[in-house]
T-cell receptor, first 118, second 111 residues
């Protein structure tokens, strides 16, 4: 059973370009989460999606960032007009359940996409 | 003040030592407490989780939660060089899906 897949693993963009990060959840998982990890910092929650729905986007910057999880295909995190401060590792996680189920609904993390903005 | 505070280290100990990693938090709504291990250039992997207060043991690893003090710990016994990694504590409130992470502690076990 393949784990969470993320691609590309490394992405280099110049300031002002767009970055598109893709995440394929584990088989059977319908919940996806995006986190950002700045250098020497822990992971920061960005957004939680189910198929075709954004459930919680409280961690998403108000501008330039968007996320989707279509009925078919991977989840996409899109960053428009990237700036140097967007350079970070972006991790996707997936889980089979959502909404406070017991026991804890483990989130399985992908290997991350490392974005470098020149 | 951050919701979750974790000493970033780095922490370096000899092989076989007992390692203690800690986090404090401020949000009393947190009910689930997790420890993740992250190797360099990899994604985090779940080591242990605890619901509410108490202790949990899994092999060489023991997780403790003290909700009255808002303090959690991870103990590693008989530490091995393969335990060298960054350890992240994470928490969530019941019914919430997002995880709130500490900064991570970089641990090195010296042979």
């Amino acid at each position: 059973n393949a784990g969470v897949m993320q691609n590309p693993r490394h992405l280099v963009r110049r300031r002002g370009q767009e970055a598109r990060l893709r995440c394929s959840p584990m088989k059977g998982h319908s919940h996806v989460y995006w986190y950002r990890q700045l250098p020497e910092e822990g992971l920061k929650f960005m957004v939680y999606l189910q198929k075709e729905n954004i459930i919680d986007e409280s961690g998403m910057p108000k501008e330039r960032f968007s996320a989707e999880f279509p009925k078919e295909g991977p989840s996409i995190l899109r960053i428009q007009q990237v700036v140097r401060g967007d350079s970070a590792a972006y991790f996707c996680a997936s889980s089979p359940l959502g909404g406070g189920a017991l026991p804890y609904n483990e989130q399985f993390f992908g290997p991350g996409t490392r974005l470098t903005v020149l | 003040q951050k919701e979750v505070e974790q000493d970033p280290g780095p922490l370096s100990v000899p092989e076989g030592a007992i390692v203690s990693l800690n986090c404090t938090y401020s949000n009393s709504a947190f009910q689930y407490f997790m420890w993740y291990r992250q190797y360099s250039r990899k994604g985090p992997e779940l080591l242990m989780y605890t619901y509410s207060s108490g202790n949990k043991e899994d092999g060489r690893f023991t997780a403790q939660v003290d909700k009255s003090s808002k303090y959690i710990s991870l103990f590693i016994r008989d530490s091995q060089p393969s335990d060298s990694a960054t350890y992240l504590c994470a928490m969530s409130a019941k019914g919430a899906q997002k995880l709130v992470f500490g900064q991570g502690t970089r641990l090195t076990i010296n042979p």
